[in-house]
């Protein structure tokens, strides 16, 4: 069974669709659409009465409403028919982000979803107090134990790996389709910031931008699909009016 993508010309690259029950991560630079990308999958669902939940940490509501009415897409008229949610995490402190996202999705229950974007996890973690057993602490006894003193960066990164780690078996558990959307810098050699969530993840999209003179070229790349008779390659993409359009 698969999902399908709500991007033109994407389902027919991944033989239908993302993989069901499958967690795929959105990487790329900064502008080149993932965030768009994002977007079409949840209104795909909602074309077909499927819930979808769009969490934030760097745009506000207004913004995200903004950008999806450039392409005439009317979220707010999903929000109003309880089809689609959006979750803002501004100002939240890495403590509570399982939390909240855990409440959300058990009261909301949505079939997809979009997490927009995990970098803020890498960027923004705490460090710890001292180093204790992982596999053995809470995500709340870690959390709360990273408020205060810093440590080496390295340590930084076990708890965003925890953290994915945990968010990643909440998903499963639910069976929610998902999106995670990852900046990479240019010239990167790992698909995702915290480079771990490419492997915890089912699939794996890079999207890429070219200039060429005056003109801005886009591309993607399947990267990794589980599950999936995909076509490899890279392929060119557009923005059109209706969304993001890929050329094969």
Known sequence: ??????????????DGGYPDNSIILIS???GTGKTILSLQFLLQGFLQKER?????????KDKIIDQCARFGWDFEKY??????????????????????????????????????????????????KRLIDLDRTTMVELYEASRENSVSSEFDGLIVRKLLIDFVKILQKRKINTLLTSEIPRESVWLSRDT?????????????SVAMGTDLHRAIEIVKM??????????GFDFQKNGIKVNI
């Not at 069974?1 to 991944?14: A, H």
């Open 1 to 14: 069974m698969v999902v399908k993508t709500g991007v033109v010309g994407l389902d027919k690259l991944l």
């Open 52 to 60: 979808g939940m769009f969490i934030t940490f760097e745009q506000s």
């Open 79 to 128: 929000e109003k028919q309880n089809l689609f949610r959006i979750v803002t995490m501004e100002d939240i402190g890495i403590a509570n982000i399982l939390t909240q996202m855990k409440s959300n999705i058990e009261e909301f229950k949505p079939q997809r979803m979009v997490v927009d974007s995990i970098t803020f996890m890498s960027l923004s973690a705490y460090s710890a």
């Open 28 to 30: 790329g630079g900064t």
């Open 196 to 208: 771990f969530s490419e492997y915890a993840c089912d699939g794996v999209l890079l999207l890429k």
């Open 226 to 235: 589980r599950n999936t008779k995909m076509k490899g390659g890279v392929y």
